[in-house]
């Protein structure tokens, strides 16, 4: 019997790592919300619309007066800024600018000023009590009602009209029309009759623009493909739990009549089967940590919401796969803001503390309360989620997050996500340490949502600072949702930790996959195998390529790969992707200095490799996208390492060692 370069490689490295590590998280089933609550049980649990106080409305001074000073005032301060603020204008040309360019960001950044400006003045005008943001409320609210559309031009091409402008009869349920419904009914919960001071006529537009631009069309639709209805809709992403959490708070805020909010609630819970159905029983997200805010945390939101709304009756908290979900964001966390920026992430991601603490205590999850207290402050508690649900219930809650502030952060020592989504394993050299070095590696396959083709990448931080690099996604245009998005180089394979074979990079696809895939974890060691040959064409002419990324704790990381070909070639390289300086200072040794993009200004890590196979070269990537720049500045560095002659198979070794 043949034994392959694979079995070879995983004999050496379970030799190393003797004693395997449980997987994370076992066989789980996710509840099933629609057939546990049908309408009619709905109808008897949910509070009355008058009955309902989530957060305290303007009226209960009391509730507001309990608030922190420092947020308070801080709640104010941003309040009166806001007023001097004008409304963005938002012109047919503006809406335009989309097809015509393909740049999102002009128009978004407008639509979404008014939305901030709107949350901002609700929320100083409940602490402050005094009228004076009451008339730049209204102006808002009612330039918000005035729009054609609430939907942003990248997601107008549901309707049936031609694209371009929008068309007012037929309004489209996407994430912000969703999320303009949600703000504009916390408002109208929020003020009530301070709003009638004004005019008596603006809650009742806000009710009337909320039920025709979302709450009917909901409704009457099911063949939105992030519903999840049919045989053809596919796996949600986090349009689903995003979208249905905002629907569900304008339902309840807006609608009066018991039988129906209970029927737009069941319809609620059915879509988000369809969502959490498939959902992996060990809480991967792969569309990334910076998706986990909008999928998993939203998904929270919503269960929160009902749980409120039900008087605790609708809980789903002890649900192993929903304590999976909430686990996920530590479970990638490297230090600090940086995360394992899998799918569309990018490499920084900012978590909104209160949620995640919340998420914490729902599900009796200390590390994750941890993760949202560990520094908190009054000072820098998060006021700015565009999301004023989210916000109000961080607020309100704040008292607890704060005196938990002492906290240690979580840092797990070793993870393993083993389903077929992910397969993605982490380690660092002890638990609760950034000391030291990390690793992170995955493989699975390229039709994730928000794909990188990347299968087999690996990342690799020093000191709590980033090393070899995931760059992460460019700003959103008109290219990357559309047949072009591969032409896109931050989506390349040969923009990631991987080879170019026979100048074929990886293709897009669930075909395009790993196998073979092997988890070992033990005190001296953590490793993931694969074989990655599957997720490049046949016109690369590969037969088996092994990767492994192995942590040798507190020694160094290792990247191998192992190959063999159809036939000889001096086409091939290894790419790696730094943010650090490289100079080779020998033959075989690379010098990163790796103080530009955090950790210590002078630490220096080496990249070492064999100069008798191998050759390097380094390419500048400069950087002007501030996606980009905002992880790595004005520029990523691409080592790239080839062959020194033809081959048709061989190892090649990096390792990363300070």
């Known amino acids: 019997m043949r034994v392959t370069i694979f079995g070879l490689l995983v004999i050496a490295v379970m030799t190393l790592a003797a004693t ?24 008897g649990v949910l509070l009355a619309r008058d009955a309902w106080r989530p957060v305290p409305p303007i009226g209960d001074r009391d509730g507001w007066a309990r608030l922190a000073p420092g947020l308070r005032n801080r709640i104010v301060a941003r309040g009166e800024r806001a007023l001097k603020d004008p409304i963005p ?66 997601h107008q091409g549901a309707q049936k009209a031609p694209n371009g402008l929008p068309d007012t009869n037929e309004p489209i ?51 939105w493909g992030w519903m999840g209805f049919g045989r053809r809709a596919g796996r949600p992403n986090n349009w689903n739990p995003w979208i249905n959490s905002n629907v569900l708070a304008a339902a309840l805020f807006i609608e009066p009549g018991a039988a129906r909010r209970a029927r737009l609630t069941h319809k609620i819970l059915r879509s988000l089967d369809a969502f959490l159905g498939p959902y992996p029983d060990d809480g991967s997200c792969d569309e990334g940590p910076a998706y986990w805010g909008r999928a998993g945390a939203s998904l929270f939101e919503t269960l929160e919401v009902l749980h409120s709304a039900s008087a605790g009756r609708v809980d789903y908290f002890s649900n192993p796969v929903v304590g999976n979900i909430g686990r996920f964001i530590y479970r990638v966390r490297i230090a600090d803001s940086w995360f394992v920026d899998v799918g569309d992430s990018g490499a920084k991601v900012g978590i909104d503390r209160g949620l995640v603490f919340r998420y914490g205590k729902a599900i009796g999850d200390a590390r994750l309360t941890a993760m949202g207290s560990a520094g908190a402050a009054e000072e820098t508690f998060d006021l700015e989620d565009r999301s004023i649900g989210r916000t109000l219930f961080s607020v309100v809650g704040a008292d607890a997050l704060l005196a938990a502030s002492g906290a240690a952060p979580p840092l797990p020592r070793d993870v393993w996500l083993p389903h077929e989504d992910m397969q993605l394993m982490a380690a660092r050299d002890r638990e609760g340490s950034t000391e030291g070095y990390y690793v992170a590696a995955w493989g699975s396959h390229n039709a994730q949502s928000h794909n990188h083709n990347d299968v087999g990448n690996a990342i690799v931080f020093v000191e709590g600072a980033p090393v070899l690099v995931d760059a992460g996604r460019p700003t959103y245009t008109a290219q990357t949702f559309s047949s072009k998005r591969y032409d896109i180089w931050a989506m390349q394979s040969g923009y990631h930790n991987l080879p170019t074979i026979n100048g074929r990079m990886q293709k897009d696809g669930r075909a395009f996959a790993a196998k073979n895939v092997v988890y070992q974890a033990s005190e001296r060691s953590a490793a993931l195998m694969m074989d990655i040959a599957p997720a490049y064409p046949a016109e690369a002419g590969v037969r088996e390529w092994t ?112």
Not at 179 to 192: E, F, I, P
Not at 588 to 593: A, Y
Not at 599 to 614: E, I
């Open 89 to 154: 204008a938002l012109p047919a040309t503006l809406f335009l600018d989309y097809t015509r360019t393909g740049n999102r960001g002009r128009f978004e950044s407008a639509m979404f000023a008014r939305r901030d400006r709107l949350q901002t003045l609700v929320m100083a005008e409940c602490v402050d009590d005094k009228g004076r943001f009451l008339d730049a409320i209204v102006d808002t609210a009612w330039a918000i009602t005035e729009e054609s559309s609430w939907t942003v031009p990248a």
């Open 173 to 223: 349920v996407d994430l912000f029309s969703a999320q303009t419904a949600h703000s504009l009914a916390w408002t109208w919960y929020l003020l009530g009759d301070r709003l009638d001071k004004v005019s008596p006529l603006v809650r009742p537009r806000i009710a009337r623009e909320i039920e025709r631009r979302v709450l009917a069309p909901y409704e009457a639709r099911e063949d």
């Open 20 to 43: 395997g590590a449980a997987p994370q998280g076992q066989a789980a089933k996710a509840p099933a919300l629609a057939a546990d609550w049908p309408a009619a049980k709905l109808e």
């Open 547 to 658: 990767r492994v990324a192995q942590l040798e704790r507190g020694r160094q990381v290792v990247l191998s790969d192992a190959f063999v070909l159809d036939a000889p070639s001096r086409d091939l390289s290894m790419n790696l992707m730094t943010p650090c300086e490289v100079a080779e200072t020998e033959p075989g040794t690379l010098r990163l200095g790796c103080g530009r993009i955090g950790g210590r200004p002078d630490l220096v890590v080496f990249a070492r490799f064999n100069a008798g196979v191998q050759q390097a070269r380094v390419e500048r990537i400069d950087l002007d996208d501030r996606s980009l720049t905002s992880s790595w500045g004005d520029h990523l560095n691409r080592i790239v390492l080839t062959p020194r002659e033809a081959v048709q198979q061989g190892t090649w070794k990096v390792t990363i060692a300070k």
